[in-house]
């Protein structure tokens, strides 16, 4: 086959029609077990905690628009990152970004710690900082870019190559998706997503996800997906994979629209500092013209006034909605701080409490701008 775009790729990529009826969309295979012909004789499914046609189809989508070999999908992103972390041993070494979500924090610090597994927060954007922090039993260097909510950029090639040898390098793509941003061309051994987020685009379904190129690191972490049991029903899997094959075109829109916004807001009288990788006056706005396609649908920026009066601004919006989550087609407004990142309020990696956070939907960004306008003044 030719070489397809991107946006071809989400449309087609991985999932052929189904062979006994020829349907184009892929079915839900709502079962729970396969009849086998004889035991052990069955046709690739046994149980679906293991295995299932809908859950494979979904894996195959989200491979190969992430230029990768294998894939495996979870219950939620938290469960994937779970997975990906029971593949190291107490003492091991974890490597981390000084700016990532709240519930990364939590899972890390407040339920591995207790396992013996170590954790340091570092500025990922500084490389030297990097360096520095590696340790003989680092096994991880685990990264947003962008990041959430500060939006700093992390350059995933300079990292993979001062990697040490048996150290991974793990991008968490959620906030660009695999439209703007494929990790594994840039060398990182794993890429995970909350597919809650723009891959399944309309705030409906929970799941995640990690691709990867490596045969042996995809067994290992198929065994635990079976073993431990935190997989997607296959409805989720479903409303998964249709939002896929929108991704592209609102992707497009999410990006048109934070732009937009993101160059009225950094002109705003009542807004000290916009965060936006596509504005030139982000430090890093190089590194991500070279890392994405384009700059994403997230906004996070810092009022010039208290924490409480980012609080209250928050809440007199109108058409965003004041919620958690980001990456659905409606567009949402969040206070970091108190909400999605609450968990690191007392850590020394705490969101500024002045901060907004904003997840741009794909309405008219003609309305969003007069929104923002009535919730600011």
């Known amino acids: 086959m030719t070489k397809q775009h991107i946006e071809t790729k989400a449309v087609h990529a991985g999932v052929d029609p189904e062979p006994a009826s020829g349907a184009i969309m892929t079915p839900i295979f ?12 069955h046709k690739g499914y046994e149980y679906s905690r293991t295995d299932n046609p809908t859950r494979t189809a979904l894996q195959n989508s989200l491979a190969a628009l992430e230029g990768g070999k294998y894939a ?18 107490p003492g091991d070494h974890v490597l981390a970004g000084d ?67 048996g150290v991974r390098v793990i991008v968490d793509n959620t906030f660009a998706s695999p439209i703007l941003q494929n990790p594994l061309a840039f060398g990182a051994d794993m890429v995970l997503h ?20 490596d045969e042996q690191l ?14 997607p029903a296959p409805m989720d899997c479903f409303l998964t994979l249709r939002g896929i094959k929108t991704l592209a075109v609102r992707m497009e829109r999410h990006c048109q629209n934070a732009r937009i916004l993101a160059e ?30 384009d700059f994403g649908g ?6 010039d006034d208290t924490p409480e009066a980012a609080q209250a601004m928050s809440a007199k919006t109108e058409i965003f909605a004041l919620a958690e989550s980001l990456g659905g087609v409606e567009s949402l407004i969040e206070h970091p701080y108190s909400m999605t990142h609450a968990s690191t309020a007392d850590s020394p990696i705490a969101t ?26």
């Open 30 to 41: 709502q079962t729970s077990t396969y009849v086998q012909a004889a035991p052990g004789d």
């Open 72 to 89: 495996l999908v979870y219950a939620s992103g938290l469960a994937t990152t779970d997975t990906i972390l029971r593949l190291l041993k």
């Open 99 to 165: 700016d990532v979500y709240g519930g990364t924090y939590r899972l890390f610090e407040r339920v591995y710690g207790k396992f013996g597994l170590q954790f340091s927060w570092v500025n990922l954007a500084d490389l030297d900082t990097v360096r520095a922090a590696l340790r003989p039993e680092t096994k991880y260097i685990w990264l947003e870019t962008p990041t959430n909510p500060a939006m700093r950029m992390a350059d995933i090639a300079a990292i993979t190559e001062l990697a040490p040898k």
């Open 194 to 213: 909350s597919t809650t987020k723009y891959i399944g685009g309309h705030s409906d379904v929970v799941g995640g996800a990690v691709v990867m190129n």
């Open 218 to 231: 995809y067994t290992d972490l198929k065994f635990l997906q079976n073993a431990v049991g935190a997989v």
């Open 264 to 293: 009225w807001l950094s002109e705003h009288p009542r807004v000290k500092q916009v965060l936006y990788p596509g504005l030139a006056s982000h430090p890093q706005h190089e590194l991500a013209k070279k890392q994405m396609r």
């Open 298 to 303: 997230m906004i996070s920026f810092i009022l």
């Open 352 to 377: 500024d409490p002045a901060l907004i956070r904003l997840s741009v939907g794909i309405e008219h960004v003609d309305d969003l701008k007069a929104d923002l306008e009535q919730a600011l003044n």
